[in-house]
């Protein structure tokens, strides 16, 4: 679809780039300075979990269904931390491990062990000639700095509104042997918060792929509801076992976007045979992890209803965010087609694509003008976006006043550097 | 030294032996169920710890030093947790990181890390023929676990009054570049309870080496003297760099037995270059660490001294524990030749050396006698202890009372295989 730009004749639209120009110093002489980087909750959306800050005190009783929680001991977490996380994450409790905090870390935890060991049974990933890893994109960069880290190489499939393109993904995994895994948000991904489709979760359960193929079910989102009634997302553990690829799906999530960033508890959730074997390898370099946290956690949230609850409150802090990006997107530049933008039902982004060729110019210039977005390309392996046209945008941090101003900016700029490359296109 | 056993003659010796199986029959009757094995703190003494639990509540100020510690960010650990890991460490506030609760996750991390890319500016140790880690003995085994996971053979040195045999250490890493770093617990060592001299301290920070050798300093117990003047251990940071040595030394601590085993916090310190190169390599894997408890533990000791006077509190259980494990082994075996054990000024354990071929079926007596230690060999890599003679003894668990019925068992076990011993070598 041609842009408005490219429709108009040059001086028409020589008119608009002044008029264009004018408004973005206007806006440089403003000095702003906003954030619409970062997948982080506001502050005051923080601190409705401060009451979890007063589940323990000194007298408090420390011991969870028999296991003290004040010292070493009890590797899988406390009973009543991994009856949450079997809740959270559709598995049965003895199919879970809590751990600490970061559920980035027991990916990459589990992930280094297959490169060193390898999937039990096959040969270690590092002693063989090529690694790959299946990357939806736009995704996750933190997803794709693990696997880059490690030396194997990313490989980007299409998202489409059903989740990853799946055509693609099996002829890819059916035919390569090196492809040994795929990241997967499956629900509200970032950052196109598209929820997969039951036809892409069964597809993904039961594929032919390499024995020791697998996939990471980031599942990060699952509880993040901008609504009372989200996105459905089916239970990928219970397709996979019925061809017996229950092995394949390793689930990992956390409490972070729930209660404290960073200081939350992490959740592993996978087959019986799974759990075992991360289990002992994680022992080589943990006695035990942060009991308490998952203590103050489970009586926080004593069950997963609880948990739904405190969501519900958190949505109530995004909901207003999302409609802003919404309508600041619509009014700015819903008639221009300079950009196209997802409407998700829950997650913490919105991905937005401008015209090919644009996306780093439009990041630059609201920097220029005291708006900090996430690098333009981050959505992609190696910052490689090869068409340069996408942006995530991160509503949640900001106030609602600053986030206006934000979206203005990225308005703004979108149309400016969408005009000034259609009057290049014709030079 | 000859035991009494060896020196009877065999009329006196089947008598003696008579009566020790009366004793252990009697004691097996008792049908004991205790517990000398496990390197924890009794529930008691961690109950000091409890206050910490009140320090944060949901209205609490939960910044530090300008960072929001509810909030993602800040990677390397708040400015007051850094500050008190300077001080414990003894390194600049800066060349420190404060992570979650386990140290050794720390080791195990930067170790895999050398493993996979090197030691900056040489070649990975994956790619090499040999990698070689000279590890004291007895030692930790949670040490020796690390490295043997990772494929690197783990080289027993010998432990001296003063600390790892250095004459057999510095010949062997001039002579081999395939060692590369070496587990050390310098003060109050696992399980002998030594501390390094300084002579010791001088020759590890300034001998030969590989250049990418590195030493694992793993001071988990400098904070844990029994007594208000313990022992002093050099400051080897400090010697490192008057030979441009900074970068061999890596100091991990934690605060597990300190606070809460398990959910503490846990440090990091060494070089600015190493400190930035290994922030840099973990951030991989980590947005950022449990930075309320980092809070928690800042404000509950807003100084160094007062963790030391917290540790004096600890001291008080652990003083009578100790004083019992001499009291019942000089007692019981200390006209017998048939043990020596260290007499250690802090730390978690007493090291216990039976005759040679006796400490699988001393531990295996006592098992049956319902007293269950730390595996015999497990103070050896790969569990090996060539002259089966070591014990470790971990006293602070059980209660005195249990400690006192456990040790009973520990001498009669000890005599008893010792005496059938002498038996069996004159048949």
Redesign the interface.
Known sequence: MATIYEKMTTPELTLALEKLDTQVELTRAKHLALDMA?G??S?DQ??I??????I?????DLIDEGV??????CFEGIPSARRLAGAFLGVPAEQTIVL???S??I???VL?HYW?KGVPGYTPW?KLDNVKFLCPVPGYD?HF??TE??GIENIPVRMTPTGPDMDQVEELVANDDSIKGMFCVPKYSNPTGVTYSDETVRRLATMKAAPDFRIVWDNAYCMHDLNEHGDHLMNIHGVAATVGNEDRILEVAST?KIT????GIAFFGSSEANVKEVAKTLM??????????QLAHARFFPTIEALHKHMMHHAEFLRPRFQLVQKKLSEGLGDTGCATWTDPNGGYFVSFDSQPGTAQRIVKLCADLGVKLTPAGATWPYGRDPHDTNIRIAPTYPSLEELGQALDVLVLATKTVCAIKALEDRE
Chains 1, 2 share one sequence.
């Open positions: 970062r982080k909750p502050p923080v601190n979990s401060r009451p979890l800050l007063s323990l005190n000194e007298d408090s003290d929680c004040s010292n070493y001991g600490g905090s970061s980035l870390n990916m990459q935890s280094i060193e590092s933190r700095g693990i880290d490690l972070s404290f960033p960073g200081a080589v370099g943990l006695i035990s992890a942060n009991k308490l946290n």
